[in-house]
C-alpha cells in the first residue's frame, strides 16, 4: 500500500470519527440540550456542519471542490474548536460538552476530557494529513 493511500485513508477515519463525535453530541443535545448555543443555533450542529463539509470533500471526486469544502469546514470548526478551548481553559463553569455525559452531568471515569480540546487536537491532525495528502495531491503540476 502506498503512502497516499495510508494518509487518504487516515484522514478519512479522523473525519468520520470527527463527524461522528458531533452527530453523538447532537443527537445528545436534541434530547437534554448538551450544547452551548451561539445566537439561537446549538454549537454542536455548526460542528457537525464543518464536518460534514470536509467528509464530502474526501468523498467527491471533483477536484476543485475538495479544497474549498475541505477549507470552509476545517476553518469553522478549528475557531470554535480554539475559541471553545480557550474559555473553557479560562472559565470556572464548563463551556464544552464532554462524550460521556454531555455537559458535565457526570461521569463514571475519573477524568473527563472536554470534546473541544479533543477537536482541537484532531482538527490539527486532520490539517496536517490534508496538506500532506489530498492537498499536496491538488497541488502537483502535471508535467
Request: net charge positive.
Amino acid at each position: 500500500m502506498n503512502t497516499n493511500r495510508i494518509i487518504f485513508i487516515s484522514l478519512l477515519l479522523l473525519v468520520l470519527y470527527g463527524f461522528f463525535g458531533a452527530l453523538a453530541i447532537s443527537y445528545q443535545n436534541f434530547l437534554n440540550n448538551a450544547c452551548p448555543h451561539l445566537f439561537s443555533i446549538p454549537v454542536c450542529y455548526v460542528v457537525l456542519a464543518a464536518y460534514s463539509l470536509m467528509l464530502m470533500s474526501l468523498l467527491i471526486p471533483h477536484k476543485g471542490c475538495k479544497h474549498h469544502f475541505f477549507s470552509i469546514g476545517w476553518g469553522i470548526a478549528f475557531i470554535i474548536a480554539l475559541l471553545a478551548s480557550v474559555a473553557e481553559f479560562f472559565s470556572a463553569g464548563a463551556v464544552c460538552p464532554t462524550a460521556q455525559a454531555g455537559m458535565r452531568g457526570g461521569s463514571n471515569l475519573n477524568v473527563v476530557i472536554p470534546t473541544c480540546y479533543i477537536s482541537l487536537a484532531l482538527l490539527v491532525a486532520v490539517l496536517m494529513l490534508f496538506i500532506k495528502g489530498p492537498y499536496k495531491k491538488l497541488c502537483v503540476l502535471p508535467t
